[in-house]
């Protein structure tokens, strides 16, 4: 329930106090990036950066992270979690190789596999050697800790391409997940795993995992998992981290006005030539922004017609705009009224 | 290895050019810079080593920036106290110092060889030059304003700034010139608080401002933000008074065709005559005289000009060859007397009018004052005489500077200057505030001495006396003497409004900058405000009714831009033929994206609603 009070008046302009409310600490923004050294947490891109990454809506941000909370008795046990990150936790043939080596007259591939790097991942060479071969279709031998591979060819190009391939396959955790790593919250004193990597997917299947509580900051990987309403809390709440990192403190509903203006159509907008301002309804409020010969050239092919409804238009033409005060206008007129009157007066 | 033997070569470069090659680079520059310090060569070559590259750079070619340093030779200045004693009996000179090797010039190349200390008890073994003085790291207008070393960095930037915009005596013989504009200071004083540089730059036969009595305290918040407060008393008595000059000029210029330029006072049949009135003030050769009180729109030289282009003499037909009236008139906002007037020639023996118009600049709310200690401020109120703060001898200060100008902007030399001045204005003397020539604390100890000797207190403090109230104010209010600049910014010069004036030819909106008596801009940012607070109508008064509003007939059967037709007296359609028109009120901006629209190709309708 909200109270009537609380509601925002009809023809009040709200996209463009949002815009102002967000626009104006981001000017400030721009001359307060400042960075700590050495911490790991601030490694993530912060500040404009972050806030444009958020507003193009880029396919992928420039540090993903991903939070994965666990439930049950993982939550509160720090071995049981670490079983679960042995689970998550990506490892690749790199990871675990101390070299890899190509043989281009015999045709094979030698991986030396590091020992402590395996038995901290508690890995075996015949472990490795088995998923090599069923990723990558070929034989393979294993004495101590190199394993010998087969490629069935003598080119050297190929030899060379599945030598690269070979050291970038997942031989443990999940792919694409990252480096994940358990953390505690000071408060409630639960382990939770922070990953590099936003790939969320398959980590929901993971036993353990609160499903209800993961979260990433790529806002596309939400939006792929959970669907356009986590997409548009994800982005309210990034933009609010952001925000809030640099001592601004800006109305949570503004964000989400933009948030919402994003995600309304279904899909992820961006703000821009591609997004939001690029399809816009009006011809002329397209061509005010960018690319106007595009614009009127296309509404010209195509006949086009605009409803000057915006306050663009409007205000090129110097029509009284249709917020605020404009929002009102005369429904019947007075000599119409008297005519209704003198219809109900004959029933 | 082949190309290790190269680099074993170190090439010697004569102002950049290649002369041949040295086995040891360091040696042979030290060689080269032995013979010049011993007169072999010329004192303007310079020889450096460029570890980098293992070259010798020597450079005398001229437009090199070169400093001169006493010479340091085995840890010791050659500079010594039986020198210094001669120099000071003037038994020699600076050029004696350089002829001997004492003193050598340094240009930036060789500079970046040599080990610099500023004073002698820093010299260690590897020294090569010693500063010849500690000022010498400031420039000409830092070292020219007392006590810099004890202000912010940020401060020195903007106070070299101020001292060239003071105004002052420029020039002495400124009754003589023609400057475009100039700005000449009624009595200018020289500072009391004065530097060596100062003393040895002769600037005190043409100072540039005033000693002002400033009290460090608010005025009933008069003195908010950087405002000062001036007394009325003063200003009447001459306080940062002056003179502004502007010079206007024309010429007869000659066109090709034997056509030129007469000045005369402009038949009334000339293009572009501006009427009776505005030449009412002109002299019979169309010039006007010294001593005229000219006011805007005036006429200060009558000048007929030929026609633009050619065609309009000759379509003219007439007997009276066409004229157009190109006279030159006092800008917009101006006024003043016309000071002097000179006929000259140009180069090209054209005859060339130059008049000089002098207007009265009384200090007023608006104008902008600086010390020389980077604080700037612009007059907020002029305080009549008996409404300022006293002391007990009656003492009324000229200026009141907020203090909360002082701490966040570290200008401590402001503080130092006013008990300077203070101080030497009581004792009669003029008060050396070089940089560096004194400690800090000495010197507070030294006004304060005097100070005391005349019944003040040695820190500047005096127990103020509130104007209007009569009674005394609670705390002591530190003031002294400052040397104060007014600048030339002055609001006469830049105060501008507009409620209706000229429009642009192309967009029928108001013109932008003083000169063409514009708006402001009411941007997009602005516009956003309105849009924000939903005043759709003040926003439609702003861009339409006050802007560009246009009247404009459209055809409601084609949608396309009509005209009314005077001769048939209906309203048409250019396009199909209708006549049935409605008109509507649209900004020009429209009309003009319409015709630009068509002008692609492009036709765009207009569909109205009843």
Known sequence: MVKKEFLVTPGEPVGVIAAQSIGEPGTQMVLRSFHYAGVASSIATSGLPRLVEIVDTRKKPATPFSYIYLKGKAAKDFDTAEQIVKKISEVRVSDVARRVLENFSTGTITIKLDEQKMNANELTPRGIASKIEKLMKTESAVSGNAIQIKTHTKKAKEIRMMAVHISKLTVNGIENAGRAVIKQDKKTEEFYIVTNNSSVGQILQVDGVDTSRVYTNDIFEMYRTFGVEAARNTIAKELDIVLREQGINVDKRHLYILADAMTFSGGIKNVGRRGLSGEKESIFARAAYEETVKHLINAAAFGEKDDMRGVTENVLIGKQILLGTGTVSLAIKKEDLAKISEKKAKK | ?610
Request: aromatic share 10%; charged share 25%.
């Open chain 2, 1 to 610: 290895m082949a190309k290790k033997s190269i680099n074993e070569k170190c090439y010697v470069y004569i102002n950049g050019k290649i002369l041949g090659y040295v086995k040891d680079g360091r040696a042979y520059s030290d060689e080269v810079r032995k013979a010049r310090r011993s007169g072999l060569l010329s004192g303007e070559v310079n020889v450096s080593y460029v570890k980098r590259l293992n070259a010798v750079h020597i450079n005398t070619d001229n437009g090199r920036i070169r400093k001169p340093y006493i010479i340091v030779e085995n840890g010791k200045s050659k500079f010594t106290s039986e020198l210094r004693e001669k120099l000071a009996k003037k038994e020699i000179d600076f050029a004696y110092l350089l002829r001997h090797g004492i003193i050598e010039y340094l240009d930036a190349e060789e500079e970046e060889n040599a080990l610099v200390v500023f004073h002698e008890n820093e010299i260690a073994n590897d020294t090569t030059h010693l500063e010849v003085d500690m000022t010498s790291i400031f420039g000409f207008t830092l070292n020219a304003s007392p006590f810099p070393e004890h202000n912010n960095a940020a401060r020195h930037a903007m106070l070299s700034n101020f001292i060239k915009q003071a105004q002052g005596l420029y020039a002495t013989n400124f009754n003589l010139r023609f400057d475009s504009r100039s700005y000449l200071l009624f009595y200018p004083q020289k500072p009391i608080v004065s530097t060596a540089v100062y003393q040895a730059a002769n600037m005190p036969k043409h100072p540039s401002g005033q000693n002002f009595v400033v009290a460090l305290t608010t005025y009933y918040g008069y003195n908010m933000a950087d405002a000062v407060v001036l007394n009325k008393g003063a200003v009447d008595r001459g306080l940062g008074r002056s003179m502004f000059y502007k010079m206007y000029s024309d010429e007869e210029r000659r066109y090709p065709g034997g056509q030129k330029d007469i000045f005369r006072i402009p038949p009334a049949t000339a293009e572009g005559y501006l009427g009776e009135h505005a030449y009412s003030k002109l002299s019979e050769d169309g010039i006007i005289e010294p001593e005229t009180i000219v006011d805007e729109g005036d006429v200060l030289i009558g000048k007929v000009a030929p026609p633009r282009f050619l065609e309009e003499s000759i379509s003219a037909g007439g007997l009276e060859e066409k004229i157009r009236d190109d006279s030159t008139t006092l800008k917009a906002g101006e006024k003043g007397i016309v000071d002097s007037v000179i006929f000259t020639e140009s180069t090209g023996a054209t005859k060339v009018v130059k008049v000089r118009i002098k207007s009265l600049r009384v200090p007023e709310k608006g104008d902008k004052f600086a010390s020389r200690q980077g604080q700037k401020g612009v007059a907020a109120y002029i305080v009549p005489q008996e409404d300022m703060p006293f002391n007990e001898q009656g003492i009324v200060p000229d200026l009141l500077l907020n203090p909360h100008s002082v701490p966040n902007r570290l200008t401590f030399g402001h503080l130092l200057e006013e008990i300077a001045g203070k101080a030497g204005a009581l004792s009669g003397k003029i008060i050396d505030g070089t940089a560096f020539a004194e400690k800090g604390s000495k010197r507070i100890e030294d006004y304060g001495k005097i100070l005391e000797e005349h019944g003040f207190d040695k820190f500047g403090d005096e127990v103020l006396y509130d104007g209007i109230t009569g009674r005394k104010f609670r705390a002591k209010i530190f003031n002294g003497v400052v040397y104060y600049n007014r600048l030339y910014h002055m609001v006469s010069n830049k105060l501008q409004v507009r409620s209706r004036g000229p429009v642009q030819i192309l967009t029928h909106q108001p013109t932008e900058g003083k000169a063409r008596q514009g708006g402001l801009r009411f941007g997009e940012m602005e516009r956003d405000v309105l849009v924000g607070y939903g005043a759709s109508l003040l926003l439609k008064e702003r861009l339409l009714d006050q802007s560009d509003k246009a009247s404009v007939l459209v055809c409601k059967s084609c949608g396309n831009i009509g005209y009314y037709d005077y001769i048939k007296r209906t309203v048409v359609c250019p396009i199909c033929g209708g006549t049935s028109i409605a008109e509507v009120e649209i900004s020009y901006a429209f009309k003009l994206l319409l015709d630009e629209i068509k002008s692609m190709h492009i036709f765009p309708a207009l569909k109205m609603k009843e």
